[in-house]
């Protein structure tokens, strides 16, 4: 029995109800219950369907889901031209980093299942805010920041209060954009936060998007008449980004370059995924994620899944190693058709889009390292949601998977399962120890690839699998020991068959959207 899912809508945008936190070996669903395990058992997630039947027929091991195309999402640009009156900003310089630290800090840890580290954190003086009356008689506060030698930074804005009719922007001083947040949409975020299990500074915090240079500028408006005092927010950390931010729409470019490519990063034996036509709907459901975890920033890859319904609900699936908290997932930024315009072309495709709105953690599960979110914001128009199989692939079946090795453009790396494997972490969560087992018996399988590899950044990738001429998610990356110097090396993958088994059903295969 297969399903197959056809037609194309808009894409939904659905409120926020918290979400879960991930981390270590448990699996969690929307208020973080247990599920007994990636095979089987019971969620414990309040975020279920209005009606909860499953249709037998994608309960069944043979169901798919096809993929389904984005016509338009009423694609609105992140990017604002900044306001004529602005407050005058206080200044606050940190002083350079030392050389030491700055080498420890952007050394590549060399550990394969971890997402790729673009920044770090770094602590901030008082940040007090200076308020001033503008002309039209608003109030208004700015404070601008610099890390030396930084490419970008991500001001991490702490909210102990503020009114939801505040506005919120960030920018560099040099230029004529910046970003524009309402209050309502960060007060949001930070209540998914406290409902996933986070506390403190880290349920308070508000990741603001990234800008690019070492400057960026955050600014906090009221209307007129409103009172001052109920305002209390601080910036007391920033991450500090040493690679560029991975394609963010860049607040600080003057002269407009808008996004920035990180071209050529990628191992030699890479391929452009513009160089082969089979999987160009499927290149269209892949982003480049940026998020921040403890203050520093990472890379992995995501891709956009369809549900049962074509509802154009965007669901994300990566890499548990990559996102395992509601805090992390709050933080997202996600970057769409940054790829090469053509096979080779080596450069970046002019349609590439930046999403800054974050994301609604939904399952997170170190049993199959699956983490399964609804962005907050609709994907760009043009975007696939793909298809998937939940039926079990057998040995030698043909795959592929779609990836930014070192946050480059989209790169395509093709082979063929080679086994399935029973994997363990180790106590300190750094290293994930495989072992081949059976079918019945394994959460992750291993993937030969004989075009092209792997690498940082490649984390959380799909691995699509060809049935037929279509191509189907049955899993995301972990990691491995491949490379472009050891091709025979492995690939492994967490197997969707066992996550959508253990939780994701109730959001793929649910017979009403679920609200929540």
């Not at 297969?2 to 699996?27: E, F, P, R, T």
């Not at 549900?307 to 669901?315: A, K, V």
Request: net charge neutral; hydrophobic share 40%; aromatic share 6%.
């Amino acid at each position: 029995m297969q399903i197959w899912l056809l037609g194309s809508v808009a894409a939904l945008v659905l409120s926020a109800c918290g979400g879960g936190s991930g981390g270590g070996s448990s699996d969690t669903s929307a208020s973080g219950g247990s599920t007994g395990g990636a095979t089987g058992g019971s969620t414990g997630g309040s975020c279920v369907a209005a009606s909860t039947q499953v249709p037998s027929a994608v309960d069944r091991v043979e169901a798919r889901a096809r993929s389904l195309t984005l016509a338009s999402s009423g694609d609105v640009s992140p990017m604002k031209a900044r306001e004529v009156q602005s407050p005058r900003a206080r200044l606050v310089a940190l002083a350079e980093v030392a050389p030491a630290k700055l080498a420890a800090e952007t050394t590549s840890s060399g550990l394969r299942g971890a997402p790729r580290k673009i920044g770090f954190a770094r602590s901030l003086p008082d940040t007090t805010l200076d308020w001033q009356t503008l002309a039209d008689g608003r109030r208004a506060a700015s404070i601008s920041i610099s890390s030396p030698s930084a490419q970008g930074l991500r001001l991490g804005l702490l909210v102990r209060s503020l009114p939801a009719d505040a506005t919120v922007r960030v920018y560099a001083q040099s230029a004529s954009t910046g970003f524009e947040l309402p209050a309502s949409e960060i007060l949001q975020a930070l209540k998914a936060n406290a409902a996933g299990g986070a506390s403190g500074d880290t349920a308070n915090t508000y990741w603001l998007p990234a800008v690019l240079g070492a400057e960026a500028t955050v600014e906090v408006s009221l209307p007129a008449g409103a009172d001052t005092a109920k305002v209390d927010v601080a910036v007391p950390q920033l991450s500090h980004l040493f690679a560029l931010p991975d394609g963010t729409d860049a607040a600080g470019d003057t002269a407009g370059a808008g996004i920035t490519a990180k071209i050529g990063e990628a191992g030699s034996c890479e391929i452009d995924a513009a160089c082969n036509t089979d999987y160009q709907a499927e290149s269209n459901a892949v982003a480049r994620i940026v998020f921040v975890q403890g203050g520093s920033a990472f890379q992995c890859t995501g891709t956009l899944l369809n549900d049962n319904l074509n509802s154009g609900t965007p669901y994300l699936i990566t890499a548990n190693h990559c996102i395992s908290t509601q805090a992390s997932a709050s933080s997202l930024q996600s970057y769409w058709f940054y790829r090469a315009p053509s096979c080779g072309a080596g450069t970046l495709n002019p349609a590439a889009t930046l999403r800054t709105g974050g994301a609604t953690l939904l399952y997170a599960s170190a049993s199959t390292d699956t983490s399964f979110m609804r962005l907050n914001e609709a994907p760009p128009s043009g975007a696939v949601f793909a298809g998937w199989s939940v039926s079990a692939p057998a040995l030698a079946a043909t795959v592929g998977t779609l990836h930014h090795p070192e946050g480059d453009l989209l790169k395509l790396s093709t082979g063929t399962v080679k086994s399935y494997q029973n994997c363990s972490l180790s106590s300190g969560g750094t290293s994930l120890t495989c072992t081949g087992t059976a079918q019945s018996n394994s959460g992750f399988l291993d993937a030969l690839l004989t075009s092209g590899s792997t690498e940082e950044g490649s984390s959380g990738a799909a691995l699509f699998q060809t049935i037929g001429t279509s191509r189907y998610v049955i899993g995301q990356l972990y990691g491995g020991s491949s490379s472009c110097s050891l091709r025979s090396g492995s690939n492994i993958y967490g197997r969707f068959d066992a996550a959508y088994n253990a939780a994701l059903k109730q959001w793929l295969a649910a017979t009403t959207v679920p609200t929540c």
